[in-house]
């Protein structure tokens, strides 16, 4: 083999092995808060991926609420709309999908959330990781799985709704109140017991495939941090009503 040839052999080696981590599909997410892309990990997790595409190419996310942000935590979403009145009104979701848990739960990844002791029981809930949650999240429930990644910049969007203050309703129903983040509610608003409205909820919006491209989005990591703990058990639960992590 020349010189040449075999040059050119290498390099389209070196093509096909980047490929599986540079091509990702992207989704846009916009929210009254801001907006924020989602690359997602197609040929890692395929399930997973397939399954919250069905949600987004149906419109299924459109509409729906943050009903949960925990900082330091998660940010969570993607199964509940507001319909004038609490409390929220679970959307509906296809069937459960099997556990890929391959990658682990670090900040600015994108994971599903399940059912308490289910550990294959995603449905259309999902969290967004605002910090390294591997020790507890990559084991806990046979582990959550991991299907992307957002990028540096764009967390910005997400860190600034896990700010946004929150008030104590009964989100989902008595017995228990669980706190919502609002926006534009006051301490006096919620001490004159003043009803919520629509512009109240961080809601999604929007969620459109931008495409199929090589990523190019500053600030993002395309090789994503292995998952250690996988389906070693299920570990303990910090699940509650209202898509617990389980």
Request: negative net charge.
């Amino acid at each position: 083999m020349t010189a040449t040839k075999r040059f050119k052999a290498l390099l389209a080696t070196a093509v096909l092995g980047c490929s599986g981590l540079a091509q990702a599909t992207i989704v846009e997410v916009t929210t009254n808060v801001g907006k924020f892309e989602i690359n997602l990990y197609d040929e890692s997790t395929p399930v997973t991926v397939q399954n919250f595409l069905n949600y987004v190419s149906s419109g299924r996310y459109d509409g729906t609420v943050i009903h949960r942000s925990i900082p330091g935590f998660v940010v969570q979403g993607g199964g509940y709309v507001f319909d004038q009145e609490l409390p929220l009104k679970a959307a509906a979701t296809n069937s459960p999908i099997i556990n890929e848990p391959k990658w682990s739960n670090v900040r600015a990844t994108i994971a599903m959330a399940k059912q308490p002791n289910k550990p294959n029981s995603a449905t259309n809930q999902w969290f967004i990781n605002l910090v390294n949650n591997a020790s507890n999240l990559d084991f806990q429930n046979s582990g959550y799985t991991v299907f992307g990644q957002i990028s540096s910049t764009d967390m910005a969007v997400i860190d600034a709704i896990a700010a946004i203050p929150q008030y104590k309703f009964f989100v989902f129903g008595p017995p228990e109140p669980a706190d919502l983040p609002l926006l534009n509610y006051s301490d006096s608003d919620y001490d004159d017991n003043k009803p919520l409205v629509a512009d109240n909820l961080i809601t999604i919006e929007s969620m459109v495939v931008v495409d199929n491209r090589t990523n190019t989005v500053s600030g993002l990591t395309l090789v994503p941090t292995t998952n250690t703990g996988g389906s070693g058990g299920s570990g303990g639960d910090s699940g509650s009503s209202g898509g617990s992590f389980g």
